[in-house]
């Protein structure tokens, strides 16, 4: 399984993002893929998750401003990032795991066994 993220930038606080995520595995039916970020200092934390069943979690620092989605056809997922704040800042990676249920957002770093290599956000105010 391999995972390229793609789409990070500098932005202003209040600016939209959409991270793109390539994988070469998508056709799995037990095939569960999410979001994570890790900022300077901080541990790695999940941020979205998208289900081989269309089910969806999200962290609750990003509830309602991101959305993860995803284009089987072309193998890519998307993280839609909207009103873009200074604590978003981070390095973004997509994951990939295996597994029937899929596991949430919650145990992404636990439970999420393939991981691309970043790609960096950074929000000024």
């Known amino acids: 399984v391999q995972l390229v993220e793609s789409g990070g930038d500098s932005v202003q606080s209040g600016g939209s993002l959409r991270l793109s995520c390539k994988t070469t595995?998508?056709?799995?039916?037990?095939?569960?893929v999410a979001w994570a970020r890790q900022a300077p200092g901080k541990e790695r934390e999940g941020v979205a998750q998208?289900?081989?069943?269309?089910?969806?979690t999200y962290a609750e620092s990003v509830k309602d401003r991101f959305t993860i989605l995803s284009d089987k056809a072309n193998m890519t997922m998307y993280l839609e990032m909207n009103d873009l704040k200074s604590e978003d800042t981070a390095m973004y990676f997509c994951?990939?795991?295996?597994?029937?249920?899929?596991?949430?957002?919650?145990?992404?770093?636990?439970?999420?066994?393939?991981w691309g290599q970043g790609t960096q956000v950074t929000v000024s105010a």
């Open positions: 994951a990939a795991a295996f597994a029937k249920p899929c596991p949430t957002v919650h145990t992404v770093n636990s439970e999420y066994h393939y």
């Open positions: 595995a998508y056709t799995y039916s037990a095939y569960c």
């Open positions: 998208l289900g081989h069943d269309g089910s969806v």
